[in-house]
T-cell receptor, first 110, second 115 residues
Framework: KQEVTQIPAALSVPEGENLVLNCSFT??????LQWFRQDPGKGLTSLLL?????REQTSGRLNASLDKSSGRSTLYIAASQPGDSATYLC?????????FGTGTSLTVIP | NAGVTQTPKFQVLKTGQSMTLQCAQD?????MSWYRQDPGMGLRLIHY???????DQGEVPNGYNVSRSTTEDFPLRLLSAAPSQTSVYFC??????????????FGPGTRLTVL
C-alpha cells in the first residue's frame, strides 16, 4: 500500500523567507502528484499538479519538483507572505485513487 | 460555475441513525470521489465513481454506500452511524479518471459528529 509522508509536520518562518516543504512516497508507480493548500475549516485548493513524466511545475511563487525514482517531491515557496499560512498537503495518484500525506502546517510571521 | 457543493455543512447524529451527505458538481466531471479527514490520518478515500452508474470502493468503504445516477450528483449514505464515523467529509471531482492526469477539485466539506 502506498504510504505518503510529509516532513516537517509544522513550520514557522518570518515573512520574506524562502522555504521548502517535503513529501515522500513509498511506491514510485504513480501517475501524478498534486499539491494542495487547506485553510482552517475549509476545503482543499489545488496548487500544482506534476505528471509522472515531469520533473517540475511552477505557478507564481510556487515551484514543485518530482523525483519519482527516489519517491520524493518538494514544494518551494519563494518570498513567503503571511497569506501563505495554511496546511499544505501532497497526494499521489496510483490509478483511480489519491493517497494523501498528513500535511505540513505553515505559519508565516509578519 | 458553483464548482463542487456539499450539504449539509454540519451534522450531528446519534448512534444508529442514518443520513445522506449530498455532493453535486456543475463542471460535467466524470470522476467523483468521497474522502474522510481525521486528525493525524490525512485524507482517506471512501468510494469513487468514474461515471454515471459506475462506483467502486476506496481505502475505507465499510459503513458507507454510494450510487451515481447522474453525472452531477454523488451522494454518500451512512446506513447506521457509529462514533468512529465522526469526521470531516470531502467530496471531489475531476474531468476524467485520475490516471488521465487530471486535477481534483474539492468541495468545502461536511463536519459530522456521531454521538
Amino acid at each position: 500500500k502506498q504510504e505518503v509522508t510529509q516532513i516537517p509536520a509544522a513550520l514557522s518562518v518570518p515573512e520574506g523567507e524562502n522555504l521548502v516543504l517535503n513529501c515522500s512516497f513509498t511506491d514510485s508507480a504513480i501517475y501524478n502528484l498534486q499539491w494542495f493548500r487547506q485553510d482552517p475549516g475549509k476545503g482543499l485548493t489545488s496548487l500544482l499538479l506534476i505528471q509522472s513524466s515531469q520533473r517540475e511545475q511552477t505557478s507564481g511563487r510556487l515551484n514543485a519538483s518530482l523525483d519519482k525514482s527516489s519517491g520524493r517531491s518538494t514544494l518551494y515557496i519563494a518570498a513567503s507572505q503571511p497569506g501563505d499560512s495554511a496546511t499544505y498537503l501532497c497526494a499521489v495518484n496510483t490509478g483511480n485513487q489519491f493517497y494523501f500525506g498528513t500535511g505540513t502546517s505553515l505559519t508565516v510571521i509578519p | 460555475n458553483a464548482g463542487v457543493t456539499q450539504t449539509p455543512k454540519f451534522q450531528v447524529l446519534k448512534t444508529g441513525q442514518s443520513m445522506t451527505l449530498q455532493c453535486a458538481q456543475d463542471m460535467n466531471h466524470e470522476y467523483m470521489s468521497w474522502y474522510r479527514q481525521d486528525p493525524g490520518m490525512g485524507l482517506r478515500l471512501i468510494h469513487y465513481s468514474v461515471g454515471a452508474g459506475i462506483t467502486d470502493q476506496g481505502e475505507v468503504p465499510n459503513g458507507y454506500n454510494v450510487s451515481r445516477s447522474t453525472t452531477e450528483d454523488f451522494p454518500l449514505r451512512l446506513l447506521s452511524a457509529a462514533p468512529s464515523q465522526t469526521s470531516v467529509y470531502f467530496c471531489a471531482s475531476s474531468l476524467e479518471p485520475l490516471y488521465f492526469y487530471n486535477e481534483q477539485f474539492f468541495g468545502p466539506g461536511t463536519r459530522l459528529t456521531v454521538l
